[in-house]
């Protein structure tokens, strides 16, 4: 009778949790659709304001459009992931430039969506509707989404796997171990700063006890081994290319110059007021000093281990060579929970209110001057536009030379205007001819690694260097014959236009090259 007693109750205790899951799930789903009809008309606002532009690619966009001509499992200074979602757009709506953007409006759509689920679970629904709004009018997303970039799915894959880590915290078993296991896996494929994710949840590990727990069950465990089936390919890549990317990710750091660089410390910090918005970035840091001082709850433990280390890591390399201002970018989705729950009630939701107007002004302002341009231009001392212009018409003065010599290959000694190329010359003439100048034998791009000039002394060239006179002049001197031709410029503002020397070269003298080189 006991033991019929305790299975009753055990099956009447499991039907009321289902129950009670059942009208969670009830009480967000209103939340949840209006959030979703919101971000899927900012989404189509931001896909038609791409296709209205008329922006040219970037060297770095035109640069992944070339990776999804010939995808693989790895390139020179990223991992793949970036090519598999150009190539997937591209084939379904053509090379143009708003659809090789097309898949950044749609990520970062996404990603608030998983933001609302993972702050549904922390707070509330009302909680994750505001949260979600928040991060898809933050000003680095409303710029990102304009373009395409690696960041991009790195979120989209890092909100995937916090949204899996409190699945397992609650309970879940091998589904959400395999959940963790695809988003951290593709996650690594997008870009590997994902692997903050394991100093986030170490983080997390040290400050709550029921977390380290975890580490006694299979399901992390299989997570882990998940990841590492994604992630082999590119290793192997890594591997059979002379560890290419680990390579280019050490120059990055750029740690063997002085160290200790405050002004850059500033600099990036400064940056992050424009990445998260002023009103936030100042939230965030109160935040952080009622933590240090002790007053937190275990979400906010949670929220901080997710944000605060990836921001103290970044800020330190800044301290001591240089950071971008987008390389702590994985700190935010975590901080936006953090900084809408600190400004949920009373006045501080004026704060959140502010926030979000300001948040859409920029955005309107971004809007109005992507599509304006250049009837209407950037009232700054440089045109940060004038380099997105211009690049068809670079290319077709290309193009003319190239079918003035129409037996040479186009010699390029930068990885930019190469990547240009290649996109704006994929209708007028043979890309095939175009191949990347090698200094000194060492691939420092993904050009060189795949495109390096290998020609002989039959077969003269058209030089096009950006590097300046010594730089002309090491290539130069491995031929026996310079002929110089009118110099190019490249787009941008008048007057600051990048200087491109242009020679016709013959008798290429390997030998003397490699001499060079060593």
Not at 227 to 253: E, R, S
Request: glycine share 8%; charged share 15%.
């Amino acid at each position: 009778m006991r033991r019929q007693a305790t299975a009753a109750g055990g099956k009447g205790m499991a039907v009321m949790a289902e129950q009670a899951a059942e009208r969670e799930t009830e009480a967000a789903r209103p939340w949840f659709a209006g959030l979703a009809g919101l971000v899927a008309l900012l989404t189509a606002a931001r896909i038609a304001v791409s296709a209205a532009s008329g922006l040219n690619l970037s060297g770095d966009e035109a640069q992944y459009w070339s990776w999804a001509q010939t995808l693989d499992w790895g390139y020179f200074s990223k991992p793949p992931m970036v090519a598999y979602l150009i190539a997937a757009a591209t084939a379904a709506c053509g090379d143009g430039e708003a659809c090789v953007r097309l898949p950044s409006p749609l990520l970062h759509g996404a990603t608030a969506l998983v933001l609302f689920l993972v702050a549904c679970r922390l707070a509330g629904p009302r909680a994750g509707f505001w949260v979600g709004l928040t991060y898809a009018s933050l000003p680095a997303v409303s710029l990102s989404s304009q373009l395409v970039s690696t960041d991009v799915a790195l979120l989209f894959f890092w909100s995937l796997a916090m949204l899996a880590y409190l699945r397992l915290l609650a309970g879940a078993g091998a589904a959400g171990g395999a959940l963790l296991g695809i988003a951290l896996g593709l996650g690594f494929l997008a870009k590997y700063a994902m692997v903050y994710f394991f100093v986030a949840v170490a983080a997390h590990m040290v400050v709550s006890p029921p977390a380290r727990a975890l580490l006694r069950r299979p399901a992390p465990w299989l997570a882990l081994a998940i990841g590492g089936l994604l992630i082999a390919p590119n290793i192997l890549w890594n591997q059979t290319h002379g560890w290419a990317t680990v390579g280019h990710l050490k120059a990055n750091a750029n740690l063997g110059g002085d160290i200790f660089q405050p002004l850059s410390g500033l600099r990036f910090l400064g940056e992050q007021m424009g990445v998260f918005g002023p009103i936030l970035f100042i939230v965030l840091s109160v935040a952080a000093l009622r933590l240090a001082r002790g007053q937190s709850t275990a979400t906010t433990r949670f929220l901080a281990a997710f944000s605060l280390p990836i921001l103290a890591i970044v800020t330190a390399q800044a301290l001591l060579s240089r950071a971008n201002a987008n390389w702590a970018a994985a700190a935010y989705p975590a901080a936006t929970i953090w900084v809408v729950l600190t400004l949920a009630g009373g006045r501080a939701r004026r704060w959140r209110q502010i926030s979000l107007g300001l948040h859409g002004a920029a955005m309107g302002l971004l809007w109005f001057g992507l599509v304006a341009y250049p009837a209407v231009s950037p009232p700054t001392a440089r045109d940060p536009l004038a380099r997105l212009h211009g690049w068809p018409e670079f290319a077709d003065q290309v193009a003319a030379l190239m079918a003035r010599h129409p037996a040479r290959e186009v010699v390029i000694d930068d990885r930019k205007i190469m990547a240009s190329l290649l996109y704006y010359l994929r209708a007028k003439a043979d890309t095939d001819r175009l191949r990347a100048w090698d200094y000194d034998g060492f691939p420092h791009h993904h050009y060189e690694l795949t495109r390096a000039y290998r020609g002989t002394p039959e077969h003269g060239v058209i030089l096009v260097a950006r590097w300046g006179p010594r730089a002309v002049r090491t290539i130069t001197d491995n031929f026996a014959q310079s002929r110089a031709l009118d110099d190019l410029k490249t787009p941008d503002q008048p007057g600051r236009e990048m200087v491109l020397t242009v020679r016709l070269l013959d008798g290429f003298q390997p030998n003397k090259a490699a001499d060079n080189s060593s």
